[in-house]
């Protein structure tokens, strides 16, 4: 009987072992190192696991070439995703942007229909049984764990990577895959909090704005993003700040960030609102003066930002200083000191390096009845349900074993 040994029990490898199993007459093992399968997926999306996005394209991928991700995806999109979850009992509901979450709104609904599909197929899983070692042998391979040497034809391996290092991100998949040849890219962690010079930030930790996000190194644009800001004690964090960490991580030093929180309007619109706020409220104090239009704290930091004098009285502000509180507003910069580390980021840019497994199969070029799936690889995703959906979608694609 053929025996497929699928490495990692984490969203990737679930669906590899499924997919396997799906063919009678095989024998289909499940190593996971910690206590349980899916630990990472239960913190997916602040617990609610923001399983797909509907809108999952080739531009929201990337990596050295993000094109590799393509026929995993054209083969299993977020709708064909919605489908195979459906089949297994779980209810979902689209938010926002194309975001799908379990009905449940927990993210322990996922792990648990996948859980009690492993069963029900059949799989053996194997947990606290991390592989140590891959070996090739004449027919197959054999992988060493703590307690035994197990027998593989075929193998998927579907460790991850190092982000959410506290949620059981390791590197061992770059090490027992580059044991059989296999080269990685530089890593860098992303989806990740941007540390900025503290002192704005700081005053304002809590607070959420929608706006408008540029990445500037000098006056060069490297990247741009709109959504939720969070700023924190030390940066800023939420899915705008997210879509510029890997631009950020990569980007070099010298980096800034302009932040706009009247997005979609023009510089004339925010200025007649703040003409008619003086009209209206004249003896009204400088630092109200965006008081209803944005978050409390953050109208006041800007017009601090911005230089104007807190306790004047609106009238005595002439429209020079109006001219420059409305350019603070579309244009608040904070240079960046970095990015946090892969402990706090959501995903691993770069992997191992994608020319080494044809993207029709996932199997490797070289190294014939191995393969390879998910994060472990150099793709990575955008904020939004993205990397999910490529685990899911490259999960399956590799437990097709080439067939
Ligand atoms: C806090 C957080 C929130 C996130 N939220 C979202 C979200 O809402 N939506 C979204 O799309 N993405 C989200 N992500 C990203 C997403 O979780 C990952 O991209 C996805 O889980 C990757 O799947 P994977 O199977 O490649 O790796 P993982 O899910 O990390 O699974 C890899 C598994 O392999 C195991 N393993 C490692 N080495 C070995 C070994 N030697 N032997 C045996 N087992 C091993 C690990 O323990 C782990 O269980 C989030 C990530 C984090 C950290």
Redesign the pocket.
């Known amino acids: 009987m053929e025996t497929v040994i699928v490495?990692?029990?984490?969203?990737?490898?679930m669906l590899a072992a499924l997919t396997a199993a799906e063919t009678r007459g095989r024998r289909v093992i499940l190593?996971?190192?910690?206590q349980r399968?899916g630990?990472?997926?239960l913190?997916?999306?602040n617990g609610r696991?923001?399983l797909t996005n509907t809108g999952a394209c080739p531009e929201r991928y990337h990596g050295e070439n993000p094109g590799f991700a393509v026929p995993a995806l054209a083969a299993f999109p977020p709708q064909a995703a919605l489908d195979f979850f459906r089949g297994l009992g779980l209810m979902t509901v689209e938010e926002y942007g194309g975001r799908v979450y379990p009905l449940s709104d927990s993210a322990g609904s996922v792990v648990d229909v996948l859980r009690f599909a492993l069963e029900a197929q059949g799989v053996q899983v194997k947990t606290a049984?991390?592989?140590r070692e891959l070996r090739r042998e004449k027919t197959g391979f054999s992988v060493v764990t703590d307690g035994e040497t197990l027998h593989a034809d075929k193998l998927i391996v579907?460790?991850?990577?190092a982000?959410?290092a506290k949620?059981?991100?390791?590197s061992?998949?770059y090490g027992?895959l580059g044991a059989l040849g296999h080269r990685r890219t530089s890593l860098y962690p992303a989806l990740v909090q941007l540390l900025t010079a503290p002192e704005y930030p700081r005053a304002l930790k809590g607070v959420r704005a929608d706006c408008a996000l540029r990445l500037f190194s000098g006056d060069a644009l490297l990247a741009e993003s709109a959504g939720e800001l969070q700023f924190t004690e030390t940066g800023v964090s939420g899915p705008a700040a997210f879509d510029l960490s890997r631009a950020a991580a990569t980007g070099g030093r010298g980096l800034t960030l302009s932040a706009d929180f009247f997005r979609g309007r023009g510089k004339n619109e925010i200025l007649s609102l703040l003409r008619a706020r003086r009209k209206r409220l004249p003896s009204l104090p400088a630092s109200d003066m965006l008081t209803g239009m944005l978050h409390n704290r953050l109208g006041k930091m800007l017009v601090r930002y911005a230089g104007l004098p807190a306790n004047a009285p609106l009238a005595e502000l002439d429209d020079g200083a109006l001219e420059t509180l409305a350019d603070a507003c579309r244009d608040f910069r904070l240079p960046l000191t970095g990015t946090a580390g892969f402990d706090s980021a959501?995903?691993t840019a770069g992997g191992i390096r994608t020319s080494g497994f044809n993207p029709e199969t996932l199997e490797s070029w070289f190294v014939p009845g191995l393969f390879a799936c998910?994060?472990?690889l150099d793709i990575d995703g955008d904020c939004g349900?993205?990397?999910?959906?490529w685990?899911w979608a490259s999960g399956r694609l590799a437990g097709r074993l080439g067939t």
């Open positions: 490495i990692g029990g984490g969203a990737s490898g190593l996971e190192r910690q399968v630990r990472k997926l913190a997916t999306g696991c923001n049984c991390p592989a579907a460790c991850g990577g982000a959410g949620l059981g991100g390791v061992d998949g027992l959501q995903v998910g994060e472990l349900g993205f990397n999910l959906q685990a």
